[in-house]
Protein backbone atom coordinates (compact mmCIF):
# COMPACT_ATOMS: atom_id res chain seq x y z
CA UNK A 1 0.00 0.00 0.00
CA UNK A 2 2.58 2.18 0.77
CA UNK A 3 4.29 1.49 -2.51
CA UNK A 4 1.31 2.85 -4.36
CA UNK A 5 0.87 5.88 -1.99
CA UNK A 6 4.30 7.48 -3.34
CA UNK A 7 3.47 7.11 -7.04
CA UNK A 8 0.34 8.74 -6.45
CA UNK A 9 1.49 11.57 -4.50
CA UNK A 10 4.39 12.24 -6.74
CA UNK A 11 2.13 12.07 -9.78
CA UNK A 12 -0.32 15.04 -8.18
CA UNK A 13 2.81 17.55 -8.12
CA UNK A 14 3.52 16.88 -11.11
CA UNK A 15 0.17 17.90 -11.74
CA UNK A 16 0.35 20.63 -9.84
CA UNK A 17 3.18 22.28 -11.73
CA UNK A 18 1.45 23.62 -14.73
CA UNK A 19 -0.83 25.54 -12.94
CA UNK A 20 1.08 27.31 -10.36
CA UNK A 21 3.45 28.14 -13.46
CA UNK A 22 0.24 29.46 -15.12
CA UNK A 23 -1.13 31.38 -11.91
CA UNK A 24 2.25 33.03 -11.72
CA UNK A 25 2.85 33.81 -15.64
CA UNK A 26 -0.84 35.06 -15.19
CA UNK A 27 0.10 37.69 -12.33
CA UNK A 28 3.53 38.72 -13.91
CA UNK A 29 1.84 39.47 -16.74
CA UNK A 30 -0.52 41.83 -15.30
CA UNK A 31 1.90 43.63 -13.27
CA UNK A 32 3.78 44.82 -16.26
CA UNK A 33 0.37 45.65 -18.16
CA UNK A 34 -0.03 47.61 -14.84
CA UNK A 35 3.00 49.09 -14.16
CA UNK A 36 5.50 48.64 -17.54
CA UNK A 37 3.33 47.97 -20.62
CA UNK A 38 2.18 50.89 -23.10
CA UNK A 39 -0.82 51.17 -24.38
CA UNK A 40 -1.97 49.53 -27.60
CA UNK A 41 -2.55 52.63 -29.54
CA UNK A 42 1.22 53.28 -28.92
CA UNK A 43 2.89 51.23 -31.52
CA UNK A 44 6.87 52.00 -33.42
CA UNK A 45 4.97 53.39 -35.78
CA UNK A 46 3.56 56.01 -33.84
CA UNK A 47 6.43 56.69 -31.56
CA UNK A 48 8.18 57.02 -34.89
CA UNK A 49 5.61 59.69 -35.98
CA UNK A 50 4.73 61.92 -32.76
CA UNK A 51 5.38 65.03 -32.93
CA UNK A 52 7.41 66.07 -29.95
CA UNK A 53 6.52 68.86 -27.90
CA UNK A 54 8.76 72.16 -28.42
CA UNK A 55 11.02 73.23 -25.64
CA UNK A 56 9.90 76.57 -24.00
CA UNK A 57 11.87 78.31 -21.67
CA UNK A 58 10.24 80.08 -19.03
CA UNK A 59 10.36 84.19 -19.08
CA UNK A 60 12.34 83.98 -22.57
CA UNK A 61 10.46 87.24 -24.54
CA UNK A 62 10.78 90.49 -25.68
CA UNK A 63 9.05 93.57 -24.23
CA UNK A 64 9.61 97.40 -25.60
CA UNK A 65 8.09 100.66 -24.19
CA UNK A 66 8.24 103.92 -23.10
CA UNK A 67 8.63 105.90 -19.67
CA UNK A 68 8.04 108.79 -18.15
CA UNK A 69 9.07 110.71 -14.82
CA UNK A 70 11.17 113.38 -12.62
CA UNK A 71 14.28 113.83 -11.97
CA UNK A 72 16.37 114.64 -8.73
CA UNK A 73 19.39 116.80 -8.99
CA UNK A 74 22.32 116.54 -6.21
CA UNK A 75 26.08 116.08 -6.45
CA UNK A 76 29.33 115.15 -4.86
CA UNK A 77 31.75 118.09 -3.92
CA UNK A 78 35.17 117.96 -3.05
CA UNK A 79 35.72 119.98 -0.59
CA UNK A 80 32.79 119.10 0.46
CA UNK A 81 29.86 121.44 0.02
CA UNK A 82 26.10 121.97 1.62
CA UNK A 83 24.05 120.65 -1.13
CA UNK A 84 20.28 119.80 -1.58
CA UNK A 85 18.11 117.96 -4.22
CA UNK A 86 16.13 119.67 -6.33
CA UNK A 87 13.23 118.62 -8.79
CA UNK A 88 13.39 118.67 -12.53
CA UNK A 89 10.79 117.23 -15.15
CA UNK A 90 10.24 116.02 -17.42
CA UNK A 91 12.40 112.88 -18.01
CA UNK A 92 10.94 110.84 -20.64
CA UNK A 93 12.32 108.10 -22.70
CA UNK A 94 12.09 104.36 -24.07
CA UNK A 95 14.07 101.13 -23.94
CA UNK A 96 13.50 97.19 -25.54
CA UNK A 97 14.27 94.63 -23.31
CA UNK A 98 15.68 90.68 -23.91
CA UNK A 99 14.77 88.14 -21.24
CA UNK A 100 16.03 84.99 -21.40
CA UNK A 101 17.38 82.07 -19.26
CA UNK A 102 21.31 82.73 -19.08
CA UNK A 103 24.30 79.71 -19.13
CA UNK A 104 20.95 77.84 -18.82
CA UNK A 105 20.65 78.42 -15.37
CA UNK A 106 18.96 81.70 -14.76
CA UNK A 107 15.75 82.32 -16.06
CA UNK A 108 15.21 86.02 -14.14
CA UNK A 109 17.69 88.21 -15.60
CA UNK A 110 17.63 90.08 -18.76
CA UNK A 111 19.54 92.69 -21.19
CA UNK A 112 17.75 96.38 -21.40
CA UNK A 113 18.85 98.96 -24.13
CA UNK A 114 17.26 102.54 -23.75
CA UNK A 115 17.29 106.08 -24.29
CA UNK A 116 15.82 108.52 -22.12
CA UNK A 117 16.03 112.89 -21.45
CA UNK A 118 17.21 113.51 -18.32
CA UNK A 119 19.19 116.52 -16.07
CA UNK A 120 22.12 116.60 -14.22
CA UNK A 121 23.12 119.75 -11.97
CA UNK A 122 23.33 120.75 -8.47
CA UNK A 123 21.83 123.15 -5.33
CA UNK A 124 23.58 124.39 -2.51
CA UNK A 125 21.97 125.07 0.99
CA UNK A 126 21.54 128.31 2.64
CA UNK A 127 22.93 128.38 5.91
CA UNK A 128 23.51 130.78 8.97
CA UNK A 129 26.42 132.16 10.47
CA UNK A 130 26.33 135.40 13.15
CA UNK A 131 22.76 136.11 12.25
CA UNK A 132 23.69 136.55 8.70
CA UNK A 133 22.60 133.91 5.63
CA UNK A 134 25.11 132.60 3.34
CA UNK A 135 24.97 130.60 0.16
CA UNK A 136 27.70 128.75 -1.04
CA UNK A 137 28.30 129.51 -5.26
CA UNK A 138 30.31 128.39 -8.44
CA UNK A 139 31.51 131.25 -10.81
CA UNK A 140 28.36 133.55 -8.87
CA UNK A 141 26.10 130.40 -9.23
CA UNK A 142 24.50 128.83 -6.66
CA UNK A 143 22.49 126.76 -8.64
CA UNK A 144 22.69 125.25 -11.76
CA UNK A 145 21.22 122.55 -14.17
CA UNK A 146 22.11 120.67 -17.37
CA UNK A 147 19.80 118.88 -20.30
CA UNK A 148 21.01 115.85 -20.72
CA UNK A 149 20.24 113.11 -23.74
CA UNK A 150 21.45 110.05 -22.74
CA UNK A 151 21.58 105.87 -23.29
CA UNK A 152 22.25 103.19 -21.60
CA UNK A 153 22.39 99.42 -20.72
CA UNK A 154 21.51 97.57 -17.98
CA UNK A 155 20.91 94.11 -16.56
CA UNK A 156 17.57 93.72 -15.86
CA UNK A 157 16.62 91.14 -12.92
CA UNK A 158 13.04 89.85 -12.04
CA UNK A 159 11.05 87.80 -9.58
CA UNK A 160 7.43 87.01 -10.33
CA UNK A 161 5.40 87.29 -7.11
CA UNK A 162 2.46 85.75 -9.02
CA UNK A 163 0.67 86.15 -12.26
CA UNK A 164 0.46 89.60 -12.15
CA UNK A 165 3.16 91.34 -10.00
CA UNK A 166 6.90 90.87 -10.26
CA UNK A 167 9.48 92.60 -8.98
CA UNK A 168 12.45 94.58 -10.77
CA UNK A 169 16.24 95.14 -10.02
CA UNK A 170 18.36 96.93 -12.53
CA UNK A 171 21.89 97.78 -12.81
CA UNK A 172 24.24 99.02 -15.69
CA UNK A 173 26.00 102.17 -17.40
CA UNK A 174 24.96 105.23 -18.83
CA UNK A 175 26.38 107.74 -21.13
CA UNK A 176 25.31 110.82 -22.56
CA UNK A 177 26.11 114.73 -23.81
CA UNK A 178 25.10 117.83 -21.65
CA UNK A 179 23.31 119.91 -24.39
CA UNK A 180 21.90 122.90 -22.44
CA UNK A 181 22.71 124.64 -19.04
CA UNK A 182 21.10 126.87 -16.39
CA UNK A 183 23.11 128.88 -13.81
CA UNK A 184 20.87 130.69 -11.43
CA UNK A 185 22.33 133.41 -8.60
CA UNK A 186 22.63 136.76 -7.92
CA UNK A 187 26.07 137.35 -8.69
CA UNK A 188 26.56 135.49 -11.53
CA UNK A 189 27.93 137.02 -15.01
CA UNK A 190 24.77 137.01 -17.28
CA UNK A 191 27.39 136.02 -20.39
CA UNK A 192 27.45 132.30 -18.98
CA UNK A 193 23.92 131.81 -17.46
CA UNK A 194 22.80 129.83 -20.44
CA UNK A 195 26.37 128.90 -22.21
CA UNK A 196 29.51 126.24 -21.29
CA UNK A 197 33.27 127.67 -20.71
CA UNK A 198 36.12 125.92 -21.70
CA UNK A 199 36.56 124.19 -18.64
CA UNK A 200 33.30 122.94 -18.36
CA UNK A 201 33.09 118.72 -19.52
CA UNK A 202 30.25 118.04 -22.20
CA UNK A 203 30.09 114.36 -21.83
CA UNK A 204 29.37 112.18 -19.05
CA UNK A 205 29.00 108.51 -18.36
CA UNK A 206 28.79 106.41 -15.24
CA UNK A 207 26.65 103.96 -13.39
CA UNK A 208 23.30 103.53 -12.95
CA UNK A 209 20.60 100.92 -10.96
CA UNK A 210 17.18 100.80 -9.95
CA UNK A 211 14.47 99.19 -7.96
CA UNK A 212 10.82 99.13 -8.80
CA UNK A 213 7.83 96.62 -9.33
CA UNK A 214 5.76 95.80 -12.23
CA UNK A 215 2.40 94.42 -13.11
CA UNK A 216 1.28 92.11 -15.98
CA UNK A 217 -1.45 91.96 -17.73
CA UNK A 218 -0.20 90.41 -21.05
CA UNK A 219 0.74 91.26 -23.13
CA UNK A 220 0.95 95.22 -21.25
CA UNK A 221 3.22 95.76 -18.32
CA UNK A 222 2.91 98.41 -16.65
CA UNK A 223 6.46 99.24 -14.33
CA UNK A 224 7.06 101.56 -11.46
CA UNK A 225 10.71 102.33 -10.44
CA UNK A 226 13.23 104.74 -8.48
CA UNK A 227 16.72 104.31 -10.51
CA UNK A 228 20.03 106.70 -9.23
CA UNK A 229 22.67 107.71 -11.38
CA UNK A 230 26.41 108.30 -10.09
CA UNK A 231 28.41 110.12 -12.51
CA UNK A 232 32.32 109.51 -13.29
CA UNK A 233 32.50 112.92 -15.47
CA UNK A 234 32.87 115.98 -13.05
CA UNK A 235 31.17 119.17 -14.39
CA UNK A 236 34.43 121.13 -14.43
CA UNK A 237 37.95 119.65 -15.16
CA UNK A 238 39.65 119.67 -11.92
CA UNK A 239 42.60 122.06 -12.39
CA UNK A 240 39.47 125.00 -12.93
CA UNK A 241 40.48 127.32 -10.59
CA UNK A 242 43.98 126.14 -9.36
CA UNK A 243 46.75 124.26 -11.51
CA UNK A 244 47.47 122.88 -7.41
CA UNK A 245 44.94 122.40 -5.64
CA UNK A 246 42.02 119.98 -7.49
CA UNK A 247 38.65 120.51 -6.90
CA UNK A 248 35.51 117.71 -7.76
CA UNK A 249 32.10 117.84 -8.89
CA UNK A 250 30.40 115.03 -9.93
CA UNK A 251 26.62 114.35 -10.21
CA UNK A 252 24.41 112.21 -8.51
CA UNK A 253 20.76 112.00 -9.46
CA UNK A 254 18.03 110.04 -9.08
CA UNK A 255 14.36 109.45 -10.83
CA UNK A 256 11.14 108.66 -10.46
CA UNK A 257 9.62 106.95 -13.77
CA UNK A 258 6.51 104.85 -14.54
CA UNK A 259 6.56 102.87 -18.22
CA UNK A 260 4.22 101.00 -20.17
CA UNK A 261 5.85 98.01 -22.47
CA UNK A 262 4.06 95.55 -24.81
CA UNK A 263 5.03 92.06 -24.93
CA UNK A 264 6.65 91.10 -28.37
CA UNK A 265 6.49 87.62 -27.44
CA UNK A 266 4.28 85.20 -25.32
CA UNK A 267 5.40 85.76 -21.69
CA UNK A 268 5.81 82.29 -19.71
CA UNK A 269 5.94 82.77 -16.41
CA UNK A 270 7.01 80.34 -13.41
CA UNK A 271 4.63 81.02 -10.82
CA UNK A 272 2.27 78.05 -9.46
CA UNK A 273 -0.27 79.14 -11.25
CA UNK A 274 1.50 79.37 -14.50
CA UNK A 275 2.88 76.11 -14.26
CA UNK A 276 -0.36 74.69 -13.11
CA UNK A 277 -1.85 76.03 -16.44
CA UNK A 278 1.05 74.73 -18.70
CA UNK A 279 0.67 71.12 -17.30
CA UNK A 280 -2.88 71.07 -18.02
CA UNK A 281 -2.28 72.18 -21.35
CA UNK A 282 0.13 69.65 -22.29
CA UNK A 283 -2.40 66.88 -20.46
CA UNK A 284 -5.15 68.12 -23.36
CA UNK A 285 -3.03 67.85 -26.18
CA UNK A 286 -2.00 64.50 -25.20
CA UNK A 287 -5.47 63.56 -24.76
CA UNK A 288 -6.58 65.16 -28.20
CA UNK A 289 -3.64 63.09 -29.75
CA UNK A 290 -4.54 60.12 -28.55
CA UNK A 291 -7.97 60.17 -29.90
CA UNK A 292 -6.85 60.58 -33.13
Not at 144 to 150: F, G, S
Not at 152 to 163: E, K
Not at 224 to 232: A, E, H, I, S, T
Request: net charge neutral; no cysteine; hydrophobic share 35%.
Amino acid sequence: MRKAVIPILLALSLAALPLSAQDNKKKSIDLEQEFFQLPDSVTNEWLDNAPMPKKARINDYWIVGVHGGVSLQHGFFNPPRQVSFYLNKPVYGFSITRFATMMNSFPNLGMEVGFQHNYEGYQFKEYEVDGRKYRQDIDGAYQAYLEVPEAFIVTHGHIDMGQYVKMNVKVGMFGGYRMNITREGPYVDPAIVHEFQASDNRWTYGIQGGLGFGLMFDPIEIHLGVQVKWGWSPFYKPDTYSPYYYRFAYPLDGAVTLGVYYQLTKRRGHSRTALRRLARDYMEQEREQKQQ
